[in-house]
Every structure is written in structure tokens, then in C-alpha cells.
């Protein structure tokens, strides 16, 4: 059974970092692209970052881009989600997913495997 589990969220300062882990169980995820997305109160699911399978090409939605730096230890089978200079507007459930079918990244429905999220809170 996979199990994919999110951590490393919380209550920032507007202006600070935090760094987000997904781990992965009962599935190898080097064999998988993976991505980032979240969801606000009453808002859709929106794509955050995505990671190819060995780590050589990042995409990265235009709100986060310049502040937030997705990676990957396929080793320690975890993706990793760097969010740097927070807004907040990032404000939101952080989940990770596996990419099942192929095309385009941002896609929530080409993502399987969501975790339960991790909720992080960003302090004006």
C-alpha cells in the first residue's frame, strides 16, 4: 500500500522560510515525476512546483517562482519543497502527489497517491 506523508509546515512570519518533506512508502518515487500543490479555504487545488523523475527539470507555478525551490533525494525516496520569502497568500494545505499520466504537470488529475497535507500559515 503507498503511503505518502507530508511534513515540515506550521506558522511563519511573512518573510520567513520553511521547508516541506514528503516521504514515500510502498512505492519507489525515482520512478516517478512528482509535484506540489495546495489549497486554501474555499479555493481549488492549485499546482505549486513539479519534479521530474531524476531531478533535472523543475516546473514551478508563477506565484512561487523566484521563492520557492522544489528537490528530490530519490535515495531517501523524499521530495522536498524549499519555500523561501513567504507571503501571506501562501497560506494553505501543502500536498504532495505522484505523477500517473504523463502530459501536462500541473494538472491535479494526472496526480495519484495525495498525501494528507501539511497546513502551513503565513503571519502578515
Known amino acids: 500500500q503507498v503511503h505518502m506523508v507530508e511534513s515540515g509546515g506550521g506558522l511563519v512570519q511573512a518573510g520567513g522560510s520553511l521547508r516541506l518533506s514528503c516521504a514515500a512508502s510502498g512505492l519507489t518515487l525515482s520512478g516517478y515525476g512528482m509535484g506540489w500543490f495546495r489549497q486554501a479555504p474555499g479555493m481549488d487545488r492549485e499546482f505549486v512546483a513539479a519534479?521530474?523523475?531524476?531531478?533535472?527539470?523543475?516546473s514551478y507555478a508563477d506565484s512561487v517562482k523566484g521563492r520557492f525551490t522544489i528537490s528530490r533525494d530519490n535515495a531517501k525516496n523524499t521530495v522536498y519543497l524549499q519555500m523561501n520569502s513567504l507571503k501571506p497568500e501562501d497560506t494553505a494545505v501543502y500536498y504532495c502527489?505522484?505523477?500517473?499520466?504523463?502530459?501536462?504537470?500541473?494538472?491535479?488529475?494526472?496526480?495519484?497517491?495525495w498525501g494528507q497535507g501539511t497546513q502551513v500559515t503565513v503571519s502578515s
Open positions: 519534479i521530474s523523475r531524476s531531478g533535472d527539470r523543475t
Open positions: 502527489a505522484v505523477q500517473i499520466i504523463g502530459g501536462v504537470e500541473g494538472r491535479p488529475d494526472n496526480y495519484g497517491f
